[in-house]
Nanobody, 124 residues
Framework: QVQLAESGGGLVQIGGSLRLSCVASGVFLRISDIAWYRQAPGKQRELVASITSGDSTTYTDSVKGRFTISRDNAKNSVYLRMNSLKPEDTAVYYC??????????????????WGQGTQVTVSS
């Protein structure tokens, strides 16, 4: 069973910084694409940043220049460095990973997994 575990959220002042981490555990071949999503109260979940297996990154416009996504394949981890935080960044942040597994017949397949989320609150 593959699990994703986020950490690093918390309460921070406007202009502050946080670093979120997401670690994948379990039995699998490799992690393909990974992304961070967030969901604020009363709003839909939105894609914040993503990184491919080839380290190509994308960001939603509202976080460009402030957030940086990175990954450490050796540690099965993805990180989100968040700088210059604003109140509108307040949300639950979720990690989503596309993971490659192998079944009992040695066939590779992919499955998407979500973490449980970590709360980020930006306050004055």
């Amino acid at each position: 069973q593959v699990q994703l575990a986020e950490s690093g959220g918390g309460l921070v002042q406007i202009g502050g910084s946080l670093r979120l981490s997401c670690v994948a555990s379990g039995v699998f071949l490799r992690i393909s694409d990974i992304a961070w999503y967030r969901q604020a109260p009363g709003k839909q979940r939105e894609l914040v940043a993503s990184i491919t297996s080839g380290d190509s990154t994308t960001y939603t416009d509202s976080v460009k220049g402030r957030f940086t996504i990175s990954r450490d394949n050796a540690k099965n981890s993805v990180y989100l460095r968040m700088n210059s935080l604003k109140p509108e960044d307040t949300a639950v942040y979720y990690c989503n990973a596309t993971i490659v597994l192998r079944d009992g017949l040695w066939r590779d397949f992919v499955r998407s997994y979500w973490g449980q989320g970590t709360q980020v609150t930006v306050s004055s």
